[in-house]
């Protein structure tokens, strides 16, 4: 099975990274994301689905706002990992000697689970893959500094209408399973929410040019390979354009 593979990239400052990722992120989440299934007692397959609660989040540091869904444990585990890359994104570039600016990628992957049968382990199946390649520069005055942010609004915009038409294609999705395996499928460790299973992974400059070859059956569904960058910019989140 060939797992789809989105690769988005952004020229920015260190101070953007969390809240550039974390747009691009929870954008992707909240249309990855049902509220808690309840299945009727002693039925596998009749269940009925929650809400899914959103929020408004507004940038501190560029002019943009997303919609998230409205878990404290999922924006918990999203900001762990997210703060993680930005920190050794940031400390790469105080340390970084090099005249070539320092860069990074940081990956959220969906996957499932293989039934485990003994004696095989139980079998992890990547099948969507969004990657965020990011630039990190200094900018030295104000002027600058406002022409940058106004480029990463722009591009933010578009790839949030991009991500919006792309969970609205016919593409492949798991099925809803029944009840015994739901956990196949659906991260069911929160208590207000249940996402597809996700996991948040990350590189440094150095070794984000090697996902390709350690992943050859993953592709882009127009036919790019997953180090092929989105050709797509962008400007401001309208919230129904992602609540349709």
């Not at 992120?25 to 609660?53: A, C, M, P, W």
């Not at 038409?165 to 492949?172: A, K, L, P």
Request: with cysteine.
């Amino acid at each position: 099975m060939n797992a789809r593979s989105q690769t988005f990239e952004l020229t920015i400052e260190g101070h953007q990274i969390d809240e550039v990722v974390s747009s691009i992120f929870h954008t992707i989440l909240f249309h990855r994301s049902y509220g808690k299934f309840d299945y009727k007692q002693n039925e596998e397959n009749k269940y009925s689905v929650g809400t899914l609660g959103y929020n408004d989040v507004d940038c501190n540091f560029i002019d943009f706002t997303y919609v998230c869904c409205s878990s404290a444990d999922l924006n918990q585990t999203v900001r762990k990992h997210v703060n993680q890359f930005s920190n050794i994104l940031r400390n790469t570039q105080d340390s970084n000697v090099s005249p070539n600016p320092t860069s990074g990628q940081i990956s959220l992957e969906f996957f499932k689970k293989n039934k485990k049968h003994w004696p095989f382990n139980e079998i992890c199946i990547p099948w969507e893959l969004w990657n965020v390649r990011l630039e990190l520069i200094k900018l030295n005055n104000e002027q600058e500094r406002r022409l940058s942010c106004e480029k990463i609004v722009n591009v933010l915009t578009q790839q949030v209408i991009y991500i919006c038409d792309v969970m609205n294609r016919n593409d492949y999705v798991p099925n809803i399973p029944i009840k015994s395996e739901l956990d196949l499928i659906f991260d069911t460790s929160y208590r207000d929410i249940q996402p597809y299973l996700f996991k948040i992974h990350f590189l440094n400059s150095s070794q984000y040019n090697l996902v390709d070859e350690a992943c050859p059956g993953v592709s882009n569904p127009a036919g790019h390979t997953a180090s092929s960058s989105v050709a797509h910019f962008v400007k401001k989140t309208i919230k129904d354009t992602l609540l349709f």
